[in-house]
């Protein structure tokens, strides 16, 4: 057996919405090695969507394990991989038991909408009763909105985790015991997955990273801790929240598997990660991710943008413990690549998500069909939770190739929504939209997406910008290839392979004929579960 070479890699670990991988690169960012599991979906009810935390865990350690195999099979040893960065899904909420370190319940996904009442208490209490902004002094109505915006970025939403551990802890008496009782820990995705990875139960830590924990409704955006108002107004304990940490440090290190005593330096929420691994580390700098949903971040820099158009503020990344944090504006779409799936597995249209491309390209035009894919309500610019999917237009001439091609322009459409308002919220306009995500490998759907935006559509050779991400940080916790992701030029040889460009070429008129015809779809849709307001 010839002798395994000794290199230097960084790992990265993407726990994503339907499936995790674990990507192995080098310093240039080429892929070395790598092995993706997709993990069971559960739909119990209309609106809701689970996931198993410890079917996570195990597909997550699995891929970790084949990917390493893969590295020694092109002939490198497994200790060539020296850190390892998480990039997670956001806002999918996990519980689970301080005493034996099992999940309380299946974790609540981000695009579950079954807190819709509970969101609806939330916006009733604030109305009423107002949240304390300081010691006896309450702000109601408007003013608490905006108070709880100023301090989270945030709106109350079905969307964010703090709704949803709400949910848990009113709906399941073992999630409620274990909070009354202090047996209770709280924790996004990558909470969960470094507490196992570095020894669950036994000596496991409990931390989150910033950029997660401001998906929460929990965290002060301006100071980066817990906020004790917060954690009144939601009704819960303080000790049951994970100790915040930076995008960037050694948090701790693997406990077991091919990779034990490697450190795990990186942390980030997915849509965060993909902004990191664009490269898009400066102010005025933006790119869109297209995967389950779809999710637009444009960078600001070190000043918090309040919104006065539906985005949300939220922290890019904390480049180390005590850094200075980068903030971003955000535009989150609930439905994109979800769409398409549910074309192939509810409707049976397709029968893989590629086919899509080809199907929505025998047809020139949709035929005058509208698709509002509000799934799960309505989020950026719109942010109506009782909004419902909509298919309008429909004829005796619309063919399964008219909605597939009215799916793909729903996710240009809204698109298009997020930047209209971002333009009025930066005052500055794009000329160009760097993307990525798993939508993008279709030519078809950049090319329908540069005509309904009217914009440059600029996809990089190398997509898996998620994952980079956590990988440039976790390489910068320890100064892997000189890398500092507080300083952009160390990451100038980092991912410069070619990109390519799609350019608008619909009339101007057309453009604006879809539009307006988009915007009275969304009107329909709006407030059809009624049920939301009571």
């Known amino acids: ?20 991988r674990f990507i192995v690169f080098d310093q240039y960012a080429n892929i070395v090695s ?15 969507h689970e996931h198993d935390p410890e079917e996570i865990q195990e597909i997550s350690e699995q891929c970790i394990t084949q990917a390493c195999a893969k590295l020694e099979e092109a002939g490198w040893a497994k200790e060539s991989v020296k850190v390892i960065g998480i990039t997670n899904q956001r806002e999918t909420t996990v519980v689970w038991s301080r005493t034996t370190g099992k999940p309380l319940c299946k974790a609540i996904v981000w695009t579950d909408s079954r807190t819709k009442n509970t969101a609806a208490h939330f916006e009733h209490l604030l109305a009423t009763t107002g949240i304390e902004v300081e010691p006896g002094q309450f702000k109601t109505g408007e003013e608490g909105v905006e108070a709880l915006c100023d301090i989270t970025g945030l709106k109350l939403s079905t969307y964010f985790s703090g709704i949803k551990l709400r949910w848990m ?56 801790t817990w906020d004790e108002r917060l954690l009144t107004f ?52 933006a790119k869109c991710t297209y995967g389950t949903g779809a999710f637009l971040l444009f960078c600001t820099g070190k000043d918090i943008v309040n919104s006065s158009h539906g985005l949300l503020s939220t922290v890019a990344y904390q480049p180390g413990p005590g850094a200075v944090p980068v903030y971003a504006l955000e535009g ?3 439905v994109a690549g979800g769409a398409i799936k549910w074309l192939r597995d509810s409707m ?15 047809v020139p035009d949709t035929g005058g069909v509208y698709f509002v894919t509000a799934f799960s309500g309505l989020l950026a610019p719109y942010w109506d939770p009782g909004a419902a999917g909509l298919l309008i237009g429909l004829s005796s001439y619309t063919t399964p190739a008219h909605i597939a091609r009215a799916t793909m322009e729903a996710t240009a459409f809204q698109t298009r929504a997020v930047l209209e308002s971002m333009k009025l919220d930066s005052r500055t306009k794009l000329e160009h939209l760097k993307v990525d995500g798993g939508m993008t490998n279709g030519d ?18 190398m997509r898996e910008s998620t994952a980079l991400g956590s990988a440039l940080l976790a390489g910068s916790a320890i100064r892997l290839f000189g890398w500092d992701i507080s300083k952009p ?11 390519r460009t799609f350019n608008p070429h619909m009339p101007e008129e057309d453009r604006e004929k879809g539009w307006t015809a988009w915007l009275r779809a969304v009107e329909r849709s709006k407030g059809w579960d009624e049920g939301v307001y009571e």
């Open 234 to 285: 939601f009704g819960f304990r303080r000790s049951i929240l994970p100790k915040l940490v930076s995008s960037s440090e050694v948090y701790g290190h693997l406990s077991h598997g091919p990779l034990r005593g490697v450190p795990i330096g990186g942390l980030i929420g997915d849509q965060q990660g993909a902004l990191v691994g664009n490269k898009c580390l400066r102010q005025g700098e």
């Open 489 to 499: 030029a160390t990451l100038a040889e980092v991912n410069t392979k070619g990109s």
């Open 444 to 461: 078809v759907c950049m090319e329908i997406l540069a005509d309904i935006g009217g914009f440059d559509v600029v996809r990089p050779d």
């Open 169 to 224: 802890i009113d709906n399941y008496s073992e999630v409620q015991k274990a909070h009354d009782e202090d047996d209770l820990l709280f924790g996004t995705i990558e909470s969960w997955v470094v507490y196992n990875l570095t020894g669950g139960v036994q000596g496991g830590i409990h931390v989150g990273e910033v950029t997660n924990a401001s998906r929460t409704l929990l965290l002060n955006l301006h100071k980066l």
């Open 348 to 362: 049976g249209f397709i029968k893989s998500a590629s086919e899509i491309n080809t199907l929505a390209a025998s």
């Open 34 to 48: 790598q092995h993706q599991l997709e993990f069971p979906q559960y739909y119990p009810n209309p609106g809701w």
């Open 332 to 334: 989150s779409i609930g």
């Open 1 to 20: 057996m010839s002798t395994l070479k000794q290199g230097e890699f960084v790992g990265s670990l993407d726990c994503g919405t339907t499936s995790v």
